[in-house]
Nanobody, 125 residues
Framework: QVQLVESGGGTVQAGGSLRLSCAAS????????MGWFRQAPGKERLFVAA????????LYADSVKGRFTISRDNAKNTMYLQMNSLKPEDTAVYYC??????????????????WGQGTQVTVSS
């Protein structure tokens, strides 16, 4: 089992940047497919990006492609989401998720068994 803790959220103006981190406990982080999801008030939780256990495969939602970059450092048990050119519609609570054996091309939140508590990202216009 792994415990996940997000950090790095905050308020930024449109066009700005933020870097989210997801710190994982345990010694098997390098075995987990990891993903980022986001949920706006009153909306469903949506896929943002995913990265394979080795970091060799990444997938992005069309809405963030070219603006967001997912990465991981298995030696530090940490995953990152670099968010550039932020837009007001990126405002949401961002969650990191993980699972062993999850296909990084699988965008369904239900495929991930482990979740962080979320971090708020607010983009003002």
């Amino acid at each position: 089992q792994v415990q996940l803790v997000e950090s790095g959220g905050g308020t930024v103006q449109a066009g700005g940047s933020l870097r989210l981190s997801c710190a994982a406990s345990g010694r098997t982080f390098g075995s987990y497919t990891m993903g980022w999801f986001r949920q706006a008030p009153g909306k469903e939780r949506l896929f943002v990006a995913a990265i394979s256990s080795s970091g060799g495969t990444t997938l992005y939602a069309d809405s963030v492609k070219g603006r967001f970059t997912i990465s991981r450092d298995n030696a530090k048990n940490t995953m990152y989401l670099q968010m550039n050119s932020l837009k007001p519609e990126d405002t949401a609570v961002y969650y990191c998720a993980g699972g062993i054996g999850v296909d990084p091309y699988d965008k369904a939140p239900t495929s991930y068994p482990y979740w962080g508590q979320g971090t708020q990202v607010t983009v003002s216009s």
